[in-house]
């Protein structure tokens, strides 16, 4: 293992900002961001990755070996809930089990662009199907862990089809994966003279949003490690233990799919990461009898941190060694 990249990583001024996040709340410090100035960061994010994905879509063109990891990602998110629903059903209602796997069946879209932007910073090539694969790859899961815990709760009738009927228009339509999905078109359509026209905007201050919205999500995450807490040392092993399972099969397929190392990172990433924005959102509306306490906690003050800061530059090393070898 490359210790001196783990270390590299934890010191990057993103990992530091998170850091900074949670020891202002751990310190009880008043620092704290209005909702709608963390809402246009998230926009911002989502707003520059789409359109730098776009490009390279237009860059590498509509061919299988762009699509192979748009399909492998659509059946992992629609699998993980069902392996999941399964593994934790001695431990959790069906409602809370279908919740979890709806989690770590989605993606967390923040981890993913920490990851493009560790790309970036070592110069490694990665494709604008990779966003397209994130942006696909937050809805099966949903769908999939809503239905799980409507059958086992005896859903049926005219109330459960409205109910999917609303989650499947969250779940396509919804401001994220709408804004993401539309960005990614017109960077293919405009190409090159499209990103050089927005560059200015969508790229050079791109570092700094996300030192923000990172600080944010460090405030909200040292929230959350008290519910956590409360939820038992089952729950919490799991919030770790899952990325790390999730991100081998990840490696594993994206070698069968002969990803280069960049894609290869970004699809072990969106495999081993966790929602906890997309899927609070759905089962909120959809699926009430979910406890928020326990799935929200797992995934932002556990699953997310243990990602950006120690699993991405895990998940490089093994790939670069796996990659390289004869």
């Known amino acids: 293992m490359d210790l001196a990249a783990i270390s590299a990583n934890l010191l990057t001024p993103q990992v530091l900002f998170f850091a900074l996040g949670m020891l202002a709340t ?10 709608p100035f963390t809402r246009a960061l998230s926009l911002y994010l989502l707003f520059s990755i789409g359109m730098h994905g776009g490009v390279e879509l237009a860059r590498a063109g509509l061919e299988w070996t762009t699509l192979k990891p748009l399909v492998a990602g659509v059946c992992v998110s629609a699998m993980v809930p069902l392996l999941v629903f399964v593994l934790l059903r001695r431990f959790l209602g069906p409602a809370d089990a279908a919740a979890v796997g709806a989690t770590y069946g989605s993606i967390s879209a923040v981890t993913f662009v920490t990851a493009a932007s560790f790309l970036d910073d070592r110069g490694i090539a990665w494709s604008g199907s990779m966003v397209a694969s994130m942006a696909l790859m937050e809805s099966p899961a949903i769908v999939v862990g809503v239905l799980l815990a409507r059958r086992a709760l005896g859903g049926e009738g005219d109330a459960e089809r409205a109910t999917l009927r609303s989650l499947l228009r969250e779940s396509f339509l919804g401001s994220a994966v709408f804004l993401l999905l539309g960005a990614l078109v017109i960077g293919a359509i405009t190409g090159e003279k499209g990103w050089e026209s927005v560059a200015p905007f969508a790229d050079a ?16 995450a040292a929230r959350r490690l008290d519910a956590l807490r409360r939820a038992g040392p089952v729950l919490a092993l799991f919030a770790v233990v899952a990325p790390l399972a999730l991100a081998t099969v ?6 069968l799919l002969e990803l280069g190392s960049g894609d290869a990172l970004l699809f072990t990433v969106l495999c081993a990461s966790a929602s906890y924005i997309a899927v ?47």
């Open 205 to 220: 201050p791109f570092k700094g949003v996300l030192c923000l919205f990172l600080l944010d999500m460090g405030l909200i």
């Open 26 to 35: 751990l310190v009880q410090s008043d620092l704290e961001f209005p909702v």
């Open 280 to 326: 609070p959102a759905a089962v909120q509306s959809t699926l009430p009898e979910a406890n928020p306490s326990l799935f929200l906690p797992m995934s932002l003050a556990l699953t997310f941190p243990f990602n950006i800061a120690i699993g991405i530059p895990v998940y490089s090393t093994v790939i670069e060694a796996v990659w390289s070898a004869p």
């Open 250 to 255: 990840a490696i594993g397929l994206a070698r």
